[in-house]
Every structure is written in structure tokens, then in C-alpha cells.
């Protein structure tokens, strides 16, 4: 994540919409890609202080506070209620009559900026429903549905029980995800070592990349590094994982135990992975923890950011632990682990230039 400044001189964050100093609101400008100031014009109409573009603040913003991204144009010129690049592909949102839900959703959407974030930072393709697109991207945030109880056995409504995972370029997290206390239960109760919003977006877009760029495309390569997706199927293989546990000695071939259950689960816990990664190196380098080589992460071969990110960890992991607290960077790369990681690294590369090149694709987006 890039360092931003507020015209006063104060750091801004990606999170804030208002500088913390000079009490100026602050947003996302799409005319100069950045976090900066915005004042009033005298006409009802916002101005960047940086790039001096006129902006509206996105109606999530203005309504729901949920979202601190602008939308270039004049309120004279733009639809009522209009939504900006990254809320137009949130489609379903929570029941906000219903205590605490305002507050989950809110920290859905900052997980998801950050994820829309890198992924325009890497630039990878995506787009919504409203632009033509072969696999347009959305998200569900939804809860479970409990069954309605009269006088404790009559049961009136429908049950629906929410689960978070891709479908057709569909993302669903269930809200559950965003309540810290269920989240730690059931990150204790699959014995994993972080469970985090981020991570489940991270995730979830890998099964989306899956779709859009392994496909049809690139299975004779995919085959050969995560194993044929059909043999078994992914039904067999979940019965098999939840009856029986991981493979035994998995961390000798995966990051963690649930890859182990099917490939495309392998793909996509790698992929969230090598995620994570590129936003620890971004954020590293902007500020100033570390240096890399080159401006794009993805002209740098990927030995170079696994030699950077080994000795980040160590430093980072100290500090944690100087503090009591688990490591903060956990993950080890054994050799079919860093195969996975160059496939994606390689992956994402032809793709992001495939699709510039030869796709009629004009990202609204920076
Ligand atoms: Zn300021
Ligand atoms: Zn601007
Ligand atoms: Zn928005
Ligand atoms: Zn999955």
C-alpha cells in the first residue's frame, strides 16, 4: 500500500475519510489514483486538492459511510445515488435494521478495497456486470437465515445457511466472517494460524482466476503443477477430506492443510498466498521496511520477492514475538510450494499483458 499525504502534510490512510489533523475530508480520487484531500467549490461540488479534478463522493460514502471512494464528474452530471468503480460490484449487502450488521459491513468493504486495490495495482482483469465482460465479478454478504420458532417447535421461514466461497464470479462471505469473536471460534476450530476478512477475499478471487484465466486456457500447465481437478472430484474429495483429515505431512507439498483437500482448493489457498505476499512487499517497500529491485513486482522474477520476503518475515516475526504474539508472517516455502507460487507469478503475468493487448477491456480503474 502506496503512502498518501493530506494537503496539511499529514499521512492519510487507504481506511480514513477525513485527515486526522486538519479535520478536511479525504477520499480516493479516480482522476490522480490517489488517497487526498477534497474541499467544496462553492457549487455543491467537491474538488481534489491534488489533481484539482471535480469528484462526488460515492453514495456509500455519503449515506452508509462504508466506502470514502469519489467518483470523477459533477453532481449535475451524475445519476442520484450513484455508486462508485468498487461499490458497483458489491450486490448484496447486509440487513442493516439488524444491530451490529452496519459495522460488519463496513469492514467487508474496507477488506474488498484493499483486494480491489492490489488487484488494479498487479492488473489483473475484472469487471462488473455493467461493463462487457466475460466473467463480470460481484459480491454477496450474507447471513445465515435462522429458522423462525413459535412457542419452540413450530418453525415458520425459510432456513438458509450462507457459504462463503465463488461461484460464476460470484463471491459470498457469509457476515459471521466479519464478527471477531465467531471468526477466532472457527479459525480454533479448523486449526488455522490466521484467519482474516482479507484472506477470505484473497481466496475466493483465486477460484475467480481459476475460472477466467486457467479454464479452458491452461490446463495442460495447471495439470502439471496442481494435479487433475476431476480425478477425484471435488465432491469426492470433500467427503474424503472431512472424513478422514489432511494428508498426512502436507507441509512438505502445501501451504496448509485445506489445500490438501482438492486442487482447486491447493490453487486457491496458494494463490491468497502469493496475495498476501505482494501486498507485505507493496507495503514494505512504500514504507520504507524494505527496498525492491524494480517498480513492478511482476517484471521481478519471483525468486527475488521469496529471498525479500523470507528476510521480511524474519525481522517481522521477531518483533511479534518480542510482543508474545503468533508469528506474523507464519509461512514456509518448500520447493513444490515455490513451483505453485511461479506458476500464479507466471500466470498473472500473461494475462495482465494478454488482456491489455488483445482484449477490448478499458478498466474504469487505475
Ligand atoms: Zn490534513
Ligand atoms: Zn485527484
Ligand atoms: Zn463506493
Ligand atoms: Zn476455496
Same mark, same amino acid.
Given at each position: ?129 455493467? @461493463?462487457?465482460?466475460?466473467?463480470? $465479478? ?5 447471513? /445465515?437465515?435462522?429458522?423462525? !420458532?413459535? #412457542?419452540?417447535? %413450530? ?113 486457491? @489457498?496458494?494463490?491468497?498466498?502469493? $496475495? ?5 512487499? /507493496?507495503?514494505?517497500?512504500? !514504507?520504507? #521496511?524494505?527496498? %525492491? ?74
Amino acid at each position: 500500500m502506496k503512502t498518501f499525504h493530506c494537503t496539511c502534510g499529514n499521512k492519510l490512510f487507504f481506511e480514513n475519510s477525513v485527515c486526522l489533523n486538519c479535520r478536511r475530508e479525504v477520499g480516493w480520487c479516480p482522476a490522480c489514483n490517489g488517497m487526498h484531500a477534497i474541499e467544496l467549490d462553492g457549487k455543491g461540488n467537491y474538488q481534489c486538492t491534488n489533481c484539482n479534478a471535480k469528484v462526488v463522493k460515492c453514495f456509500n460514502y455519503i449515506t452508509y459511510n462504508v466506502c470514502n471512494r469519489l467518483i470523477a464528474g459533477s453532481w449535475q452530471q451524475l445519476p442520484a445515488q450513484k455508486l462508485c468503480d468498487y461499490c458497483q460490484l458489491t450486490e448484496t449487502i447486509p440487513d442493516l435494521s439488524v444491530a451490529g450488521n452496519a459495522t460488519k459491513w463496513y469492514n467487508l468493504e474496507v477488506a474488498k478495497r484493499r483486494l480491489l486495490y492490489l488487484l488494479d495495482l498487479i492488473r489483473l482483469p475484472y469487471a462488473s456486470k455493467n @461493463e462487457q465482460f466475460e466473467l463480470p $465479478l460481484s459480491f454477496d454478504f450474507k447471513e /445465515d437465515i435462522e429458522p423462525t !420458532t413459535v #412457542l419452540g417447535w %413450530l418453525s415458520l421461514g425459510k432456513e438458509e445457511k450462507v457459504f462463503t466461497g465463488h461461484a460464476n464470479g460470484k463471491i459470498t462471505i457469509n457476515l459471521a466472517e466479519a464478527d471477531p469473536v465467531e471468526r477466532e471460534k472457527m479459525r480454533v476450530q479448523f486449526g488455522e494460524t490466521q484467519r482474516t476478512l482479507i484472506g477470505h477475499f484473497r481466496h475466493e478471487i483465486g477460484h475467480y482466476y481459476w475460472q477466467l484465466l486457467v479454464q479452458g486456457k491452461d490446463e495442460a500447465a495447471y495439470k502439471a503443477i496442481f494435479g487433475d481437478y476431476e480425478n477425484p472430484t471435488y465432491s469426492q474429495a470433500m467427503d474424503f477430506y472431512y472424513k478422514n483429515g489432511p494428508k498426512p505431512n502436507w507441509r512438505n507439498n502445501y501451504i496448509s492443510a485445506y489445500a490438501t483437500m482438492h486442487s482447486w482448493e491447493d490453487f486457491a @489457498e496458494t494463490w491468497g498466498t502469493y $496475495l498476501d505476499m505482494i501486498a507485505v512487499l /507493496d507495503t514494505a517497500d512504500n !514504507t520504507d #521496511l524494505l527496498q %525492491l529491485p524494480g517498480e513492478d513486482l511482476q517484471d521481478t522474477q519471483l525468486e527475488e520477492l521469496l529471498i525479500r520476503y523470507a528476510d521480511l518475515s524474519l525481522k517481522v516475526n521477531e518483533v511479534n514475538r518480542s510482543l508474545g504474539l503468533p508469528d506474523l508472517l507464519p509461512e514456509t516455502f518448500s520447493p513444490p510450494i515455490v513451483d505453485k507460487l511461479r506458476y500464479i507469478h507466471r500466470l498473472i503475468k500473461k494475462n495482465r499483458l494478454a488482456y491489455s493487448q488483445s482484449f477490448n477491456y478499458t478498466p474504469a480503474r487505475n
